[in-house]
C-alpha cells in the first residue's frame, strides 16, 4: 500500500506569499493528483501530472518521479485560496487513489 | 450539466438503521468511486465500480454494500449503521480511455454526504 505523506499539516500565511505544499509517497505510482477541498465541504481536482510540471493561473504542479515527491506552489497567495489542498496517487489501477491526509492553508488579508 | 450529484447531504440515524446513499453522475464515466473522510485521515476508498453491474471493494469495505445497476448511478448501503460509520461520504467518477492505465484521469467529486450515527 503506498503511504502518501503531505508537510506541513497546517499553514498560515500572509496575502501575497509564495506557498509550497509538498507530498511525498513511497511506492511508484502511474499519475499524482492535486485536490482542493473547500471549507464547504467540496472537493475540486486541480491537477493531475505523472511528470515534470503543470500550471494553471497562479498554481503550479511539479513532480519527481526518482524522488517520489511532489509540489504544489501557489503564486501571489490570496484569501481565496484558503483551502485543504490534498495529494493523492494512483496507482495504474482502476482501485481509485491514495490519499494524502491534506494541508490546511489559511491565507490572512 | 450537474455532474456528480450525492443523496442527502446530511442524515442522522440510530445504530442498527439502515439507509441507502446514492450518487449518480451525468457524464458518461465509466469508473465511480465511493470515499469516506474522517478527521485526521485521509480518504479511504470504501468500494468501486469499473463499469455497470461491476463492484470491487476498496481499503475500508466492511459494513457496507454497493450496487451499480445503472452506469450512472452508484448506491452505497448501510445494511446496520453503527457509531464507527460516522463520517463524511464522498462518491467521485472518473472517465477511461481503457486499457491498462485505469486511474489516470481525474476524479470528479460530488459535494458529500455528511452522516451521522448515534
Known amino acids: 500500500k503506498n503511504e502518501v505523506e503531505q508537510s506541513p499539516q497546517n499553514l498560515t500565511a500572509q496575502e501575497g506569499e509564495f506557498i509550497t505544499i509538498n507530498c511525498s509517497y513511497s511506492?511508484?505510482?502511474?499519475?499524482l493528483h492535486w485536490l482542493q477541498q473547500h471549507p464547504g465541504g467540496g472537493i475540486v481536482s486541480l491537477f493531475m501530472?505523472?511528470?515534470g510540471k503543470k500550471k494553471h493561473g497562479r498554481l503550479i504542479a511539479t513532480i519527481n518521479i526518482q524522488e517520489k515527491h511532489s509540489s504544489l506552489h501557489i503564486t501571489a497567495s490570496h484569501p481565496r485560496d484558503s483551502a485543504v489542498y490534498i495529494c493523492?496517487?494512483?496507482?495504474?489501477?482502476?482501485?481509485?487513489?491514495?490519499f494524502g491526509k491534506g494541508t490546511h492553508l489559511i491565507i490572512q488579508p | 450539466n450537474a455532474g456528480v450529484t450525492q443523496t442527502p447531504k446530511f442524515r442522522v440515524l440510530k445504530t442498527g438503521q439502515s439507509m441507502t446513499l446514492l450518487c449518480a453522475q451525468d457524464?458518461?464515466?465509466?469508473?465511480m468511486y465511493w470515499y469516506r473522510q474522517d478527521p485526521g485521515m485521509g480518504l479511504r476508498l470504501i468500494h468501486y465500480?469499473?463499469?455497470?453491474?461491476?463492484?470491487a471493494k476498496g481499503e475500508v469495505p466492511d459494513g457496507y454494500n454497493v450496487s451499480r445497476l445503472k452506469k450512472q448511478n452508484f448506491l452505497l448501503g448501510l445494511e446496520s449503521a453503527a457509531p464507527s460509520q460516522t463520517s463524511v461520504y464522498f462518491c467521485?467518477?472518473?472517465?477511461?480511455?481503457?486499457?491498462?492505465?485505469?486511474?489516470?484521469?481525474?476524479?470528479?467529486f460530488g459535494d458529500g454526504t455528511r452522516l451521522s450515527i448515534l
Open positions: 467521485a467518477s472518473s472517465y477511461t480511455t481503457g486499457g491498462y492505465v485505469l486511474s489516470n484521469q481525474p476524479q470528479h
Open positions: 511506492v511508484g505510482i502511474s499519475a
Open positions: 501530472l505523472s511528470s
Open positions: 493523492a496517487v494512483a496507482g495504474g489501477g482502476a482501485d481509485g487513489l491514495t
Open positions: 457524464m458518461n464515466h465509466e469508473y
Open positions: 465500480s469499473v463499469g455497470e453491474g461491476t463492484t
